[in-house]
């Protein structure tokens, strides 16, 4: 993370690669808010 604060700082381009696990009670639920920029806007 701190790099990547570095590089955004330095106007680089950064990337970070994440794997997300869901665990728990609900963890098979896969539903989502519905969302659209330009109405967030």
């Known amino acids: 993370m701190r790099r990547g604060k570095e590089a955004q700082a330095a106007g680089q381009p950064f990337v970070i690669d994440v794997r997300i696990a869901n665990v728990g009670a609900g963890a098979d639920q896969n539903w ?10």
């Open 32 to 41: 989502h808010m519905r969302y659209a920029l330009p109405t967030a806007r």
